[in-house]
Each structure stands twice: as C-alpha cells, then as structure tokens.
C-alpha cells in the first residue's frame, strides 16, 4: 500500500511539473514572438495555385509587442506616384501593393508542428475589409527565423481566401 502512494506522488509530481514545463515552454515561444521582424517571402497557395502578392522579395516588417501586433509589407517595386496627391489608379496601385494592420493578439499554449496558433483581433487596417476580423496564424521561431502559416486567410491584395506562408528574419 506504501509503494501505491509513492507512485501516485510520484505521477502526481511528474504531472505537476510537467505543467509547469508546458506553461513555461508556452510563456518562452511567446517571448521569441517580441521584437521586429523583417519580411522575406510571403506566398500564398488559392485552390493549388502559388502566387507571391508582394512580388518575389517583399519587404516590410512585423512588430511584436508584449499585447499588440503591427504589420506593414509592401511590393518595394510598386510605382511612385507622380504627386503628392494621388489619383484614383495611383490610389489603387498602392493599396494592393501594401499591406497594414494591427492588433491585439493572444497565443495558444498548445504547441503544434507549425508553432503555437496566434490570434489577431485586428482592430485598424489599411483594408477595412479585415479591420475588425481575428486572423489567426500558426508561427514558429527557430533561432532569428519566424514562419507564420494560416490555413485560410483573406488576402487583402487579391480579395481571395488563401492559405498564407510568411518567412520573416529578426530585424534587430
């Protein structure tokens, strides 16, 4: 009956601070989220088809605070306008060569071959139709490397619902 009991604390204990590791882990991948990041690539896959919105090297950044989220990518080869003012086609390029919002986030604990799943509560954008959305996204951190992956997401620049893929690089 003793050894019952040392075994019950003993997976009881196992348990407890397997908990704790989990929370920890979960608090850490949190953490490697802060700072800003750089984006390199940014594809998107619609019914099986690739296509790249920004073009082959994006640029533009993503900033992770301890609450909130802000990005802006861009096509760095979009055309300048002629004026100060823009017109109508100069105003329509430049919206669907850029994109820009921001967000309260939350991070899921549970980790998952993609990373941990983020949850954007957007609530500014450059397009209002995903200003009040949640976007969420499974992102990952290796070393000064972050993957963001969705399975779906509206992509502000074609219109579509696409499967999104991000690559970003510590831009600290």
Request: proline fraction near 5%; charged fraction near 20%.
């Amino acid at each position: 009956m003793r050894h019952l009991g040392i075994s019950s604390f003993a997976m009881i204990l196992a348990l407890g601070t397997s908990a704790v590791a989990a929370q920890a882990q979960s608090q850490m991948t949190r953490d490697k989220l802060l700072g800003t990041w750089r984006l390199v690539s940014w594809k998107t896959t619609t019914n099986g088809h690739v296509a790249y919105p920004l073009g082959d090297h994006p640029g533009g950044f993503a900033e992770y605070t301890p609450k909130r989220v802000f990005f802006m990518l861009v096509d760095p080869n979009r055309k300048a306008p002629a004026l100060a003012t823009l017109t109508d086609a100069e105003a329509g390029s430049l919206m669907k060569s850029s994109v820009a919002y921001t967000g309260k986030y939350d991070v899921d604990p549970v980790q998952t071959p993609d990373g941990v799943k983020v949850t954007i509560h957007v609530d500014a954008a450059a397009s209002e139709a995903i200003n009040g959305t949640e976007r969420v996204f499974f992102e990952r951190v290796d070393g000064n490397e972050m993957i963001v992956k969705s399975p779906l997401a509206l992509v502000p620049t074609t219109g579509l619902k696409s499967a999104v893929e991000l690559h970003f690089v510590r831009a600290e």
